[in-house]
């Protein structure tokens, strides 16, 4: 750009794998907004005279990348708005990556399976090889998270999150947006560093905060105009009915209605207590998760449980009630005592034991939990969660390291262990269950490193501990499914252990 010259705006540009669907996100994101779409492989397919597969055929690949990122890197840099499709190698130019840079680049999810039944035998000369076709996909999964700004789960998720991609040119510097997909509609989960007060709230009405007094105190002033605020006492011993009660009078008495909504700004306990108010209060309000600790962030907000717990077993009592948003400020971590943030830890070192490929790569090599990690654990959760919302398969894999976790929390009547640091022990249990020795030890080292126990207080008998698996809310008729790990990223759930194996692994977290 010539000095002096206007700038130029930026460009919704969809990037994303073969087959993932980023013409057709182009198209309607332009429709839409009344623009000509611009589709790389189309013009790159005009200049070069004939189609993609017959030059890569003739020239071979890299003469092909250097055509496509030249055009592509042209085609960035002078774009001033509008809406562009690239073509799914591009992002291999560092030319290219700049010139994205100023863009809102969205990311158009596609799982492998989807993308090979799209792309193969339909002549695309990278698609002709399962193998390599696999390689290339987990190649390019951690190029195109690195550079998007937000992530929809497919194309056609486009017509209802077109507002919130508009939204990300003026939301604070790196702010990154997941769109969530659940069987109660989508919704809009927001991560980045200083959203509270900044970010456009996501949903109209009266909002309605419930927090805890340690939190409201620090952060619900930066939720500007709130209509009310309910404070509850913080920590796990107020996730009880009782307290739910007393939120749900509070909400009666300030006249709250279905048009209004409640937000729970906090952690796990306020996500989970508030967002089960919300869903029973009149039979159900939205709620706005605005998660304040690590395990809220990576884990709690996302995904619709809801609930409180009994003294007879944790969280048995709930509902699934979705959030309309969700709005993660990874800012307000900045004050998070350092024993929360070790809790919290043990659900990313869970969310990436399941999620493995790039994410376990980054937390085994000892990452920090900054905003890279909170949104891979986020995108990970979701991707589970609208894989298997109501818990019927694939979603009890989230419950890695919990069957032991929850009953150590029971057994010490939920005050003898944070969350987390009963998930870091249980965590240790299942991947002794799973037999997988080495893993164990390198957990058990990440998990130390942190902060959390890896051995069992003296006075939590196992036994007790084992029993109260029982309780667990997965029981079917005798047995307690518990979630195996095979590998990092192959996590199977559903397994059935022996009962002298499981009090032989908790007893093994006493030594
Ligand atoms: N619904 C789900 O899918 C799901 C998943 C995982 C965990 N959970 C639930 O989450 C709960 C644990 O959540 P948690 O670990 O966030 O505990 P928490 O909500 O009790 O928060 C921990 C402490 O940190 C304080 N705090 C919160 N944010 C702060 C901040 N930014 N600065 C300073 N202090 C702050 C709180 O006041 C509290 O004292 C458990 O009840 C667990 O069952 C639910």
Redesign the pocket.
Known sequence: MAAGAPALNPALVFIGFMGAGKSTAARQAAGALGVQPVDCDALLEAELGGSIEAFFDREGEAAFREREAALTARLLEGADGGVLALGGGALASERVRAALARHTAVLVDVDLETAWARAHGRGRPLARSREAFAARHAERQAASAAAARAVLPSADAVPAALEALRGLAAAPAGTRLLWARTAGGDHPVWIGRGLLGRLAWPLAGRRFCVS?E??AE?YAGALGDLAGLVEIP???AA?TLATAERVWRALADMGVTRADHVVAL???????LAGFCAACYQRGVPVVQVP??V??QV??AY?G??GVDLPEA??YVGAYHQPAAVVADTA??A???PE?HA??YA?VVKTALIAGGELWDRVAGGAAVDDDVVFACARAKLAVVAADERDGGRRQVLNLGHTVGHAIETVTGYRRY???EAVALGLLAALRLSGQDALRGEVAALLAAAGLPTVLDAAVDPAAVAAATRQDKKRVGESTPFVLVDAPGAVRHGAAVAAADLLAAVQELRA
Do not use: F, Q, Y
């Not at 906090?266 to 989970?272: A, E, I, M, Q």
């Open positions: 805890d340690h939190v620090r913080p920590g796990e996730k906090g952690g796990g306990v306020v996500g989970d304040t600790t395990v809220a884990d709690s995904g449980k809801t944790k969280n307000t971590l004050t998070l005592p929360e809790a919290g659900e944070r969350h987390g």
